[in-house]
T-cell receptor, first 109, second 114 residues
Framework: GQNIDQPTEMTATEGAIVQINCTYQTSGFNGLFWYQQHAGEAPTFLSYNVLDGLEEKGRFSSFLSRSKGYSYLLLKELQMKDSASYLCAVVLDDYKLSFGAGTTVTVRA | KAGVTQTPRYLIKTRGQQVTLSCSPISGHRSVSWYQQTPGQGLQFLFEYFSETQRNKGNFPGRFSGRQFSNSRSEMNVSTLELGDSALYLC?????????????FGPGTRLLVL
């Protein structure tokens, strides 16, 4: 089976930085997506990594190390609206997506 | 462009019944994937349709089935409902291949089985 691990919950203060880790052991790897999901809403795309390294997109950055089976999503200058669930999804060999259980981030004032 | 739409948004059924959920993808998108989301399991892949053919399938029992029409709209059906089928069912569309491009999710259908 596929194993994708993320912390269940994280709490941080407005203006701070939070790093959400995702480790994976999967049968094949063709990339990794990060999605954001606000409560009661659809997941929305944040980032995609297929090569090792850091991808920066405004306040959000995502890092991938294929050799370590590891990715993280970095959220900088946290805002209240960043309170949401963050989903890590690995693209398997047959291009199916296998999702982690998600990390709920709570931003406090 | 209109986003992915799903109907109905909420549904209450009883054990043993069957249910059909509908998904209309973004115009021009030919791939539609279905996922089940529960608090403990996260998003789990059900199946993916492309050009009216099931191209990929997850590890769900045969009670879960789907189809795609020539206009790319898709339906999924769950027969003989069980309590454990209570979940949020999400569909997502992409132009060609979900693993190679961004998927766009619909708002989901929340199914409660009593």
């Amino acid at each position: 089976g596929q194993n994708i691990d993320q912390p269940t919950e994280m709490t941080a203060t407005e203006g701070a930085i939070v790093q959400i880790n995702c480790t994976y052991q999967t049968s094949g790897f063709n990339g990794l997506f990060w999605y954001q999901q606000h409560a009661g809403e659809a997941p929305t795309f944040l980032s995609y990594n297929v090569l090792d390294g850091l991808e920066e997109k405004g306040r959000f950055s995502s890092f991938l190390s294929r050799s370590k089976g590891y990715s993280y999503l970095l959220l900088k200058e946290l805002q209240m609206k960043d309170s949401a669930s963050y989903l890590c999804a690995v693209v398997l060999d047959d291009y199916k997506l296998s999702f982690g259980a998600g990390t709920t981030v709570t931003v406090r004032a | 462009k209109a986003g992915v739409t799903q109907t109905p948004r909420y549904l209450i059924k009883t054990r043993g019944q069957q249910v059909t959920l509908s998904c209309s993808p973004i115009s021009g998108h030919r791939s539609v994937s279905w996922y089940q989301q529960t608090p403990g399991q996260g998003l789990q892949f059900l199946f993916e349709y492309f050009s009216e053919t099931q191209r990929n399938k997850g590890n769900f029992p045969g009670r879960f089935s789907g189809r795609q029409f020539s206009n790319s709209r898709s339906e999924m059906n769950v027969s003989t409902l069980e309590l454990g089928d209570s979940a949020l069912y999400l569909c997502a569309s992409s132009p060609q291949t979900p693993g190679q491009e961004t998927q766009y999710f619909g708002p989901g259908t929340r199914l409660l089985v009593l």
